[in-house]
């Protein structure tokens, strides 16, 4: 794989259910190329097929056709247990509903994935202790999802998606649950995984989360049909905005 | 009423003031009914007179004078066209936007769901600032106030966008 080549990347994807008058095309055709460090958010209606095309490119469900690669590997191709490998080492995932265990503490649940890949214990809490630090709730570690508020609770997550040291983030809906002081506090966890480098790519409905992305595709009927890329404005813009200066 | 409105109602067909108005209303609903029924002959005279429109008298009405035929010029159709791709916000007001969709897919000149997208993109960018600008203020600053007032704007136009991307995505599924 050359150096810049994409981290992960898809062509011709297509992901169909049913037959016939019945047949449902979730992903119709997809071509995606995410660099290594980049911040991709996809969005769209429900139904578009955003979730589904998340799940095909993190191994979570085999596609109809068309190529799914991660740091040059064939995903689409892979057995059943290199898939589970690729999930445990290069793949993170985060859930709008988080999926936490009730029952496991916060730096619990952030360790469990490492301890499944069969890392010993020690290693396994040192790095999800320092994780908690990173999602700025160490004083939380041993705390039960309960006690946790929404925004708490998705950070845990995302430390969680973290733990394996993954190529690559995959985020389906993170904000959908969270009201907008726990949306801020999430945002604010992305934007600093950026800029430590991580890959994310992040399908949302929430134009707010999206707005954070160096790229933001829309998707409609299973298709890209826009992309933007939303670098840098002026912030002479905002005051026009907020009513500063005539239009 | 905005000219640019009035011309682009106009882009589909050659048509009296009567008509354009009703067009209006409908296109506008209960928010129509306040417009007073001279707006759009007022702009369509300074239309006339700025070169954007012609009127002809209307054949077998000779002499009712408010009863022409107005079209567009040239340089109508050309405004028409700068009009469907300015992507200012919020220079226009919603009722701007949904007419510019309106008038876009009656005269089949752009396609609404293209308009929709190039304004999501201009959207997106100001939140994008707005927001970065408000990540960086400190907890509990007044300017962060300010910039979550915008961000919440942003996100409220850009969920209107998007009823109106379904809107006219199942208009499209149906013809």
Known sequence: ?247 | MQQEVVLALLAKEPSHGYQLRARLRQALGPLGEGMNAGQVYVTLTRLEKAGLVAAEPSAGLPDRPDRKVYELTPAGQQRVADWLGEVGWPGPAPAEFHLKLVAAAAARLADPLTIVDAQRRELLRRLRDAQRAAMAEPDGSEAGLLLEGLVLRLQADLRWLEACERHWMSRKDRS
Do not use: W
């Open chain 1, 1 to 247: 794989m050359t150096e810049d080549a994409a981290l992960l990347s898809c062509c011709g994807l297509r992901k169909t259910y049913g037959k016939d008058a019945g047949l449902v095309r979730a992903v119709d055709g997809v071509d995606l190329d995410v660099a290594a460090g980049e911040t991709v958010a996809i969005m769209g209606p429900s139904g578009c097929g955003k979730s589904t095309l998340l799940h095909l490119l993190g191994g979570l469900d085999r596609p109809s056709g068309g190529e799914v690669r991660l740091a040059g590997s064939r995903v689409d191709q892979m057995s059943e247990r290199a898939l589970a490998r690729l999930r445990q080492d290069a793949v993170g995932f985060v859930f709008q509903a988080f999926h936490l265990m009730d029952e496991l503490t916060a730096v619990e649940n952030v360790e469990l994935p490492a301890l499944l890949a069969g890392r010993p214990a020690r290693t396994a809490r040192r790095r999800a202790t320092e994780l908690m630090e990173r999602v700025g709730l160490a004083d939380r570690a041993g705390f039960l999802p309960a006690a946790l508020s929404g925004g708490q609770r998705q950070r845990v997550a995302i430390a969680r998606a973290l733990v394996g040291e993954p190529r690559v983030v995959l985020a389906d809906e993170p904000t959908g649950n969270l009201d907008s002081a726990a949306t801020l506090e999430v945002l604010r966890l992305f934007e600093s995984l950026h800029v430590a480098g991580q890959t994310l790519v992040i399908v949302t409905h929430d134009s707010r989360i999206a707005a954070t992305a160096d790229r933001m595709i829309s998707m409609r009927d299973g298709a890209f049909i826009d992309e933007t890329r939303l670098t840098g404005g002026t912030r002479g813009d905002l005051g026009a905005l907020a009513g500063l200066e005539g239009p």
